[in-house]
């Protein structure tokens, strides 16, 4: 550390974890790790690359797709270098302002996963609702607006946190408790008045449980428009086109709300634990949401499979 001031302290390295007592395997753990983050951006590229080069999957819904594909690459991107850093080489530090830095990427494509997530559930229930009208409403101009807005909302939502803990005084404490930079993790670390990065980072909280609120409000709506058709057997084929949604809501959101839970009101908690349950909000999404989506969705198997077979054949 480095004194600028007699009011002031510059922290100019904070110290990342691995794994609280399992150091001497990092090496082994790096291993699950680093292909967590390889299936991760493969499965979210290959997402990319069917949808974009496969006519017939230009419509709304792949849209969306592709936007959550861009942002779960987005948080691969945004974590691998200080988990890489760490479980390979050993090098827990960070610089104060990349981990500010690092901060702001997580939690800013983490607010746009959020935002795609809400809007593909009313994509859903537009889709099941109102089927005839569905591509004139969520036309390709609209769906690009409601992409950039998306977008400027969470950059927006997020822009602050890196300022706000930058203002803040940081005295003896450096010690983080996670493989990555977290907004609630850093201001903990302050020695100065920090109740403006708690209140505002509630506020960010509290949208993300919104958009929670909202998607359950939309499956609702949903529920409540398929008992209105009266064959099962369409009951049945409309409820099928939202289980992939419904996966990567709860594969998203059950760990933000487990580890959010765990920051509030737990005081006494192992470190593995807490590092763990870190780690696989930011590694378990990008990875499964791919596999979810090829596996519960026909028209993009059948073209990921016709892409694998082409190539075979080509060789």
Request: with cysteine; glycine share 4%.
């Amino acid at each position: 550390m480095s004194i600028i001031n007699k009011s002031n302290v510059e922290i100019t390295t904070f110290f990342l974890v691995g794994m609280p007592g399992l150091e001497y395997a990092h090496i082994w753990i790096s291993i699950p790790i680093c292909s967590m983050y390889l299936f991760a951006i493969l499965g979210n590229c290959t997402i990319l690359f069917v949808i974009k080069t496969e006519p017939s999957l230009h419509e709304p819904m792949y849209y969306f797709l592709s936007m959550l594909a861009m942002s779960d690459l987005g948080l691969s991107f945004s974590s691998l270098p200080t988990m890489g850093r760490i479980f390979l080489f050993n090098i827990p530090e960070i610089s104060a302002n990349a981990c500010f830095a690092q901060e702001f990427f997580i939690h800013g494509f983490t607010a746009v996963e959020s935002s795609v997530l809400l809007i593909m559930s009313f994509d859903r229930f537009l889709a099941i609702h109102s089927p005839l009208r569905y591509s004139s409403i969520l036309t390709p101009v609209r769906v690009a607006k409601i992409g950039i807005v998306l977008f400027l909302k969470s950059v927006l939502l997020v822009l602050p946190f890196p300022f706000t803990l930058r203002s803040l005084k940081y005295c003896s404490k450096s010690q983080l408790s996670h493989s990555y930079c977290l907004h609630q993790d850093v201001m903990k670390l302050a020695c100065s008045d920090n109740r403006i990065d708690v209140i505002y980072g509630f506020f960010g909280a509290l949208c993300l449980m919104v958009d929670f609120m909202l998607i359950a409000v939309s499956y609702v709506l949903i529920l409540k428009t398929v008992l209105g058709i009266a064959s099962r057997k369409e009951q049945l084929k409309a409820l099928n086109t939202c289980v992939s949604h419904i996966c990567a809501v709860i594969i998203f959101y059950l760990p933000i709300i487990n580890l959010a839970i765990v920051h509030r009101f737990v005081r006494h908690v192992s470190p593995l634990f807490n590092v763990l349950m870190a780690n696989i909000l930011l590694l378990v999404p990008p990875m499964m949401n791919p596999i979810v989506y090829c596996v519960k969705t026909r028209q993009i198997r059948v073209r990921v499979l016709a892409k694998l077979c082409q190539k075979q054949i080509q060789q």
